[in-house]
């Protein structure tokens, strides 16, 4: 009988196995391509959903938006798209500084008014104004006062760089989520369900 090694008890490691390839198919062509396709395949990645606000010429204009990202540490940056058929963003641009709210997940309807007609949007919303006309919600998760820092034009969209001035974090409760189309909150497992 041979001696046994303790390297016979330990498990192989599944990263040593060669992948497992799939015979290859061919992508279909543009047909998938067309853009009521393409929102619907858009929607099955989930994003967190966020206000851009500021108060210009005297009026509280925003908009919601589902393509906040973060970008860079320094100089610290984010951004959003919108599209650029969009009848508030011209407007929104022309503020010094743009309030920018994460949003809870109990913020459905305000995103879906902050998409609907411009003179309701704030409509039973409390807001926070910076001196420098920034607009953000009181009972965000998050709150960022922040300028433009460049406009990249991409297809039928603006991608909008914001560089942050100021941050506040004051809630952790859970995000709001735009996900297939609908706002939606996060699903929390609970101990027994796990």
Do not use: C
């Amino acid at each position: 009988m041979s001696p046994r090694s303790d390297v016979d008890d330990v498990p192989p490691d599944p990263a040593d196995r060669a992948p497992v390839v799939a015979a290859a198919r061919p992508f279909r062509t543009n047909q998938d391509l067309d853009p009521d396709g393409l929102r619907k395949v858009f929607g099955i990645f989930p994003t967190g959903v966020v206000a851009v606000a500021a108060k210009v010429d005297g009026e509280l204009v925003g908009l919601a938006a589902s393509s906040f990202t973060s970008v860079s540490l320094r100089p610290p940056l984010v951004s959003f798209s919108v599209a650029k058929a969009s009848k508030t963003w011209p407007w929104l641009r022309r503020a010094r500084h743009l309030g920018v709210t994460i949003l809870a997940d109990h913020h459905g309807p305000v995103a879906r008014r902050l998409a609907g007609p411009a003179e309701a949007r704030f409509d039973g919303v409390d807001v926070a104004l910076s001196g420098l006309g920034a607009v953000t919600l009181v009972d965000g998760l998050a709150q960022f006062d922040t300028t433009i820092y460049q406009e990249v034009q991409a297809g039928d969209h603006i991608i909008v760089l914001l560089e942050l001035h100021a941050v506040e974090h004051v809630d952790t409760s859970s995000p709001l989520v735009f996900h297939r189309s609908a706002f939606s909150r996060l699903h929390h497992p609970t101990a027994s369900s796990t």
